[in-house]
């Protein structure tokens, strides 16, 4: 059947005739043996049958037992013998052996199933001995059964003569506690129990033997089945101890191994300082890294490096943990590195801008000066042809005239003579080459990216591979200095 079903039909029959509390403990057997009253939220069959029909725990017990007493091999139907006795007489006769139960008929009353059980000898305990009794003033009052044979104190065996609780084996001398689960309430809390085929309270037989007396000592803190519903406060605790322990061992061991672990490598700085976005003009401090980033748990990745953000501080998975102030230290490194490459830079374009305004200005210079140089040959060359009474006078032909040959006129026919003239206006016309440079321009750069180079080292840290910067850098002064060496073998100025 459904538990569903299950639970409808015990409602029904508490609802309808009296003689249907045997079906009440049937159902209820049920629900308990398969454990179905957890789909409520119920921890037990006695929350189960309370919180949902008000039956209380000797109710619920009593319905149960009886359906297991008088039913055929423990099932739905009644022993036909039992079948209509009624509730009253069913109730009185657990109390009666299986010899006496035989003497019980129909037409016995309660009264005198009260009787038969009142002619059972006196009871005795579970080894059937009589209770100890000692005689009046005397100084041995430990309680127990045959003479002091067995005492209350150590004995986990049922019996219907006990007169003390066993004791919890836990208990210190001056301070004795009774053990929770010798109560018959108890017990039948473990029958209803999931593990209570395997529970040494109900089955002596699994428990250690005492190495005094060979009796059984049952014990909760020796039962392996920790998620017993039934199991006791003393082993819950050493249970709830032994996980904390766990616990911090394991937490011991993390905290050994995230030490051994080491610290974060300048590359994952800088790739953590990326993933925090930190900007050129933030006032780095551990508190601010904190607000901003350590109220959660949380992680992400950024240049191939993975962090993992604590309110303690961040970490890598193959770095430990450094605090926020740690933190905020090695960031602030990372920045003033930053603002350092920045104001190089911008050092760089100046002085290469003031660079090139010097060698424009020098250029410029240099154009003047051949400009000036030409204008002077022209005017030279018009002097020239000016005098020729001059006896050391040069031809049109630019040869040297002899002291007794005369000089040919100069006539506008003759194209030589408009050669000479057109020829220095010719050469002061033309442009010089904007592209041409000497040596000491050489010189200056080569100076100049030697000086950046330097600069740019410095910068960087010496474990790192120089970044293309530096490369360009080295590529141009190596360049320049060929350069150099090359305008020193061929002698030349320009």
Same mark, same amino acid.
């Given at each position: 059947?459904?538990?569903?079903?299950?639970?409808?039909?015990?409602?029904?029959?508490?609802?309808?005739?009296?003689?249907? /509390?045997?079906?009440?403990?049937?159902?209820?057997? $049920?629900?308990?043996?398969?454990?179905?009253?957890?789909?409520?939220?119920?921890?037990?069959?006695?929350? /189960?049958?309370?919180?949902?029909?008000?039956?209380?725990?000797?109710?619920?017990?009593?319905?149960?037992?009886?359906?297991?007493?008088?039913?055929?091999?423990?099932?739905?139907?009644?022993?036909?013998?039992?079948?209509?006795?009624?509730?009253?007489?069913?109730?009185?006769?657990?109390?009666?052996?299986?010899?006496?139960?035989?003497?019980?008929? $129909?037409?016995?009353?309660?009264?005198?199933?009260?009787?038969?059980?009142?002619?059972?000898?006196?009871?005795?305990?579970?080894?059937?001995?009589?209770?100890?009794?000692?005689?009046?003033?005397?100084?041995?009052?430990?309680?127990?059964?045959?003479?002091?044979?067995?005492?209350? /104190?150590?004995?986990?065996?049922?019996?219907?003569?006990?007169?003390?609780?066993?004791?919890?084996?836990?208990?210190?001398?001056?301070?004795? /506690?009774?053990?929770?689960?010798?109560?018959?309430?108890?017990?039948?809390?473990?029958?209803?129990?999931?593990?209570?085929?395997?529970?040494?309270?109900?089955?002596?037989?699994?428990?250690?033997?005492?190495?005094?007396?060979?009796?059984?000592?049952?014990?909760?803190?020796?039962?392996?089945?920790?998620?017993?519903?039934?199991?006791?406060?003393?082993?819950? *605790? *050493?249970?709830?101890?032994?996980?904390?322990?766990?616990?911090?061992?394991?937490?011991?061991?993390?905290?050994?191994?995230?030490?051994?672990?080491?610290?974060? +490598?300048?590359?994952?700085?800088?790739?953590?300082?990326?993933?925090?976005?930190?900007?050129?003009?933030?006032?780095?401090?551990?508190?601010?890294?904190?607000?901003?980033?350590?109220?959660?748990?949380?992680?992400?990745?950024?240049?191939?490096?993975?962090?993992?953000?604590?309110?303690?501080?961040?970490?890598?998975?193959?770095?430990?943990?450094?605090?926020?102030?740690?933190?905020?230290?090695?960031?602030?490194?990372?920045?003033?590195? *930053?603002?350092?490459?920045?104001?190089?830079?911008?050092?760089?374009?100046?002085?290469? *801008?003031?660079?090139?305004?010097?060698?424009?200005?020098?250029?410029?210079?240099?154009?003047?000066?051949?400009?000036?140089?030409?204008?002077?040959?022209?005017?030279?060359?018009?002097?020239?042809?000016?005098?020729?009474?001059?006896?050391?006078?040069?031809?049109?032909?630019?040869?040297?005239?002899?002291?007794?040959?005369?000089?040919?006129?100069?006539?506008?026919?003759?194209?030589?003579?408009? +050669?000479?003239?057109?020829?220095?206006?010719?050469?002061?016309?033309?442009?010089?080459?904007?592209?041409?440079?000497?040596?000491?321009?050489?010189?200056?750069?080569?100076?100049?990216?030697?000086?950046?180079?330097?600069?740019?080292?410095?910068?960087?840290?010496?474990?790192?591979?120089?970044?293309?910067?530096?490369?360009?850098?080295?590529?141009?002064?190596?360049?320049?200095?060929?350069?150099?060496?090359?305008?020193?073998?061929?002698?030349?100025?320009?």
């Amino acid at each position: 059947m459904e538990y569903q079903d299950l639970k409808s039909g015990i409602r029904n029959h508490l609802n309808d005739a009296a003689e249907d /509390f045997f079906m009440v403990g049937y159902f209820l057997r $049920q629900i308990s043996e398969n454990t179905l009253f957890t789909e409520d939220g119920y921890k037990n069959i006695w929350e /189960f049958a309370k919180g949902e029909y008000g039956l209380s725990t000797s109710s619920a017990s009593r319905f149960m037992a009886i359906n297991a007493r008088f039913s055929i091999d423990g099932g739905e139907h009644m022993a036909e013998k039992y079948i209509g006795m009624g509730v009253s007489k069913l109730q009185e006769m657990l109390g009666l052996p299986d010899e006496e139960l035989e003497k019980v008929t $129909q037409e016995t009353t309660v009264r005198e199933i009260r009787a038969l059980k009142k002619k059972q000898e006196e009871p005795k305990s579970f080894f059937g001995l009589p209770k100890t009794v000692y005689p009046e003033g005397s100084l041995l009052s430990t309680k127990g059964c045959g003479d002091g044979k067995y005492t209350c /104190f150590s004995c986990a065996r049922p019996c219907g003569i006990r007169q003390e609780e066993r004791y919890c084996r836990t208990a210190p001398l001056g301070n004795p /506690f009774s053990c929770t689960q010798m109560s018959e309430e108890k017990r039948l809390d473990i029958e209803a129990g999931l593990f209570s085929e395997k529970c040494q309270h109900l089955h002596p037989e699994l428990a250690p033997i005492r190495e005094g007396d060979k009796e059984p000592d049952p014990c909760c803190l020796n039962c392996e089945h920790k998620t017993c519903f039934s199991r006791c406060d003393v082993a819950k *605790k *050493k249970d709830e101890d032994e996980r904390k322990k766990e616990q911090a061992e394991l937490q011991k061991r993390q905290k050994e191994a995230e030490g051994k672990k080491p610290d974060m +490598t300048e590359k994952e700085i800088e790739s953590l300082y990326g993933w925090l976005g930190i900007k050129p003009g933030d006032k780095i401090t551990g508190a601010w890294l904190k607000e901003q980033h350590g109220r959660s748990y949380h992680g992400g990745g950024y240049g191939g490096d993975y962090f993992n953000c604590t309110p303690r501080g961040v970490k890598t998975d193959r770095s430990k943990e450094m605090t926020w102030a740690e933190v905020a230290k090695a960031l602030k490194e990372i920045q003033e590195k *930053k603002k350092g490459l920045a104001d190089l830079a911008e050092r760089n374009a100046a002085s290469q *801008k003031s660079l090139r305004e010097a060698l424009k200005e020098k250029e410029q210079k240099r154009k003047e000066e051949k400009a000036a140089a030409r204008k002077a040959a022209r005017e030279a060359a018009r002097q020239t042809t000016a005098e020729p009474e001059n006896p050391d006078i040069i031809d049109a032909d630019f040869r040297e005239v002899e002291d007794n040959e005369e000089p040919k006129p100069i006539t506008a026919q003759e194209p030589e003579q408009k +050669t000479i003239t057109q020829e220095p206006e010719a050469e002061a016309e033309a442009e010089p080459d904007p592209e041409e440079y000497g040596r000491l321009d050489v010189a200056l750069l080569l100076d100049k990216y030697r000086r950046d180079l330097k600069a740019y080292r410095e910068a960087f840290s010496k474990e790192d591979c120089p970044p293309p910067i530096i490369q360009k850098q080295r590529i141009i002064a190596d360049a320049l200095a060929l350069l150099l060496e090359q305008l020193d073998r061929g002698g030349a100025e320009d």
